[in-house]
């Protein structure tokens, strides 16, 4: 049984069509709905989609005498709450229990999805990011909110996802279940694709990482239970639902945006693909072609990995080498002089191996010196492999 909260703000009649899809899919389907909830949409609208009367009184007879919020949390395989109003959120996060949902959240061992929604302000203000923040590191699932017009009439984040993108995280929720939930608990920050270098307002320098490496990462991690925060230049993926994905564009704010989340890591894996250089210059106006060469200086970025290298406290430390020649004694120097845990070096020159494919062949080594030659497979596959080894070195 999947349980759905609905809690009171004007998104909630967009959990309709959710609980719609998933009555559809076979899923047997119990509505909780706040007081509040029950002001913006009916509980006959639910009620007679899912066939089973909507929940949203504490003080219920049972005719068998259980206590019926333990009982849902017992019988759930996954609770959603969507939306989930800053004010809900903000209860969880203090702990308190004065509602159905609310004690019913406390009481649910199983999986929880919250799908936030609200003004734009609201969502970007410290005490409901802290609030999130926290609860993800407590194991809550959260789905990022959509930009766009809200119904205040500001444009900004806070919107609902639509009912389709909810639908896929808890399905996907519900069968990663059969897989190993041994990341509960655990940050990992996981960097993807290219960073762009601009020259002026048209031009940039970059290289071919296409994002694949680092996304697979970060659905497998997702799938077994982290919370993931995918730091990723750009790229024509999609985020994994459940990662809490930061867009970046240049190695700087790359950068910046791995020193912010690090401290709240435990496991950082720079599968990006960072360009060494910038362009010393930008150009505010289209570089005009002048002469028959063009003579481009360039400055170096600051090396984001060992700038955490030579910070770490407790994180465990994951590079990617991307070598075309003497993969192993290169991998080894990037693996001692960035202080790294471990390297998972490709050949980007190989075939099945490097940028833009499925797949890949690495060679990963500990920073023991165990060296351990993977074939060829996919990115997926290879993503758990990693994660496997990750686990290995926060035990060692
Ligand atoms: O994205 P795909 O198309 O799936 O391709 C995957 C991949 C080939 C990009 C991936 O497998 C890979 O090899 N990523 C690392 C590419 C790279 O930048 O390698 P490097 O040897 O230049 O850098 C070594 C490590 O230092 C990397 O973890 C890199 O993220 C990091 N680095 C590099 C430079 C810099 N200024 N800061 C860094 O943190």
Known sequence: MITIGVTGGIAAYKTIDVASTLKKLGH???IVMTKNATNFVSPLSFASIVKHPVISDMFLDDKNGEILHIELAKKSDLLLIAPATANFIGK???GIADDFLSTLVLACKKPIIIAPAMNSNMYSNTIVTENIAYLKSKGFIFIEPDVGLLACGDVGIGKLPSPETIVRLVVNTI?????KQDLIGKTYLITAGPTIEALDPMRYISNY???KMGYALSEMAQKRGAN????SGPTNLIAPAGVTKIDVKSAMDMYHAVLKYFDQS?????SAAVADFRPKHFSDQKIKKGDDTFILELVKNPDILKTLGDTKKRQ???GFAAESTDLIANAQTKLKSKNLD?????NITNDGAGFGLTTNIVTIIDKNGNIDQIPKMSKDDLANIILDKTIAMSID
């Open 342 to 346: 471990l390297i998972v070096a490709n």
């Open 228 to 231: 993931v925060i995918l730091i």
């Open 209 to 211: 990482s296409t994002g």
């Open 92 to 94: 969880l996060r203090a």
């Open 28 to 30: 047997d389907i119990q």
């Open 266 to 270: 435990d496991v950082v894996i720079k």
């Open 175 to 179: 069968n990663s279940r059969k897989i």
């Open 316 to 318: 465990i430390l994951v």
